[in-house]
Structure formats: C-alpha cells, structure tokens
C-alpha cells in the first residue's frame, strides 16, 4: 500500500509478514495492491459456495438472526421521521435488506457479486444493483442511513467508499459498520495467526481508534462503539476447520450425515466491533 488510507502518512514499519502498520496512526494494512477485476473475481459465486462459506444461502436463517441483532442496536439511534432510506454497500445476497426494508421508505444495495444479485433480485425482490460503488452512477441520490456488514476490510479503499457516502448523505445521516478489531486482546494474542488476517480477501484491519479517524476524516462523528458477537452455524464452522484448515472433506460430510451440524449458537471474542457514526454537517 501507499500512504495511510487514515492519516494519509508515508511511512509504515511491518508488523507481520506482508502486514504493514503506519507509523503515525498505528493503522494495519497489507502490503498489496489489487486491481478491480481482480477484486470481482475474488467474489464471486466460489467465494459464497465453497471457498470461503460452505453454503451460504444455506446459512441464510443464521445471518438474518445476526441482521436482527444490528437492527436492534441500530434502531436506537433511528429517527423514524428522519432516517427513511437506507443504503447498503457489500449486500451480498440480500439478507439483511429482507430483514431492514420494513423500517425504511427505500432500502437499497449495491454488491459485485453476479451470482448474489442476481439471487436477491429474483428470490427476494430487492432493490439493487451490481456494480462497483466507486464507478456507479449515484446521481442526486441522498442515503439516510448507510450500513457495511463485514466489508470494509476486503476494500482495497475503504476512505473513498466514506468518502463517496459523505457526500451523498446530509447532516444526521448514520453510517453503521462492522469489522474486525486488530488492537483486540484476541488479535494482539493470536498475532499473525489471527483468524482475520487474511490477504488478499482482508485488506485493511482497523481499531476503534482508526477506524474513528477515518470517519471523522469525512464529517462523521462516533456515537457507538461496541464489540459484537455472532451466531455462528456448526456447518460452517466445521467446513473453514475440517476442510479449509485441516484439509479433512470425508471428515466433514461425515458429521453433515449425523446431522451434527445443523445447530447454531453465539459467541463473542470481542475482536469484531460495531460503529455507529453520525453525519455532523
């Protein structure tokens, strides 16, 4: 990478191998540069049905009970007179616009993935778009509330994606965000060897404290700051260890068989955080 995305400083020290951290703001970066075709390569169909989920319209009940989690928290900052559209960037397949249009006038979104719009298009009828947000025509479009689930990390420019949003929402606009923690006691323990580090589908990992510059950058003002936890499907669980990590499919379709892996449950490392930004002008 280049200067800071955060603090725009030029001078980084590296952290783990191909892992750089800045040395003015402390922000973690990897040490790569990724092209556009080669990011919407990387997401598609493949990535969501084997490579990184081992089915992800399968676990579509799991990430709509996580949705209704960042809902709840969400909607105590939701004016209903005030935050009636809503924009979502990286919406995947849909699930959480399913889970939000019915707080909202308009709930779009806009993702890469052919095969997840094409999906939530047809299956769900929502309203959105396949492009990448950058590029796209936004025209006089205004958002009051714009969320990324999870995405920011896998953006080779997660500050021009702020950026482009701070101009299309007014004042008292909310911006929500999830993403990993790289100065959580799980991250600093693990190391290198944190779950989340992962190039070139993780790009940038962000603290509370980066993660707050960036947005302040752009007119945005933290109003929550929280880690968060997930509910997680057995399925998918044991598919990134048996077949991801352990290299070990008859393990794993053995235990699909049992139907051991049809439950779910939550948990909590306290190394993703949930921000909730407000527009201050």
Known sequence: ?????VCNHDEKT????GIDRCLS???VAADLSISSEELFKLYQKDYFFGEEYSDYVADKRIAQKNFALRLKTLKQFLRPERHRTLFEIGCAYGFFLEKAQALFEKAQGIDITEDGIRYALNE???DVVQADFLSHDLGDRTFDVACMWDTIEHLPNPHLYVEKLSRHMEKGSLIAITTGDIDSFNARMRKENWRLIHPPTHIHYFSQKSLAHMLNNYGFDVV???HCGFYRSLDNVAYNILVLRWKQ???YHFLKKLRLTELDFYLNLYDIMYVIARKRY
């Open 224 to 226: 929550y700051s929280r």
């Open 25 to 27: 703001c402390g922000h």
């Open 249 to 251: 499919p008859k393990l």
């Open 124 to 126: 769900l009828n929502l």
């Open 1 to 5: 990478m280049s200067n800071c995305i």
């Open 14 to 17: 590296p952290l783990y191998r």
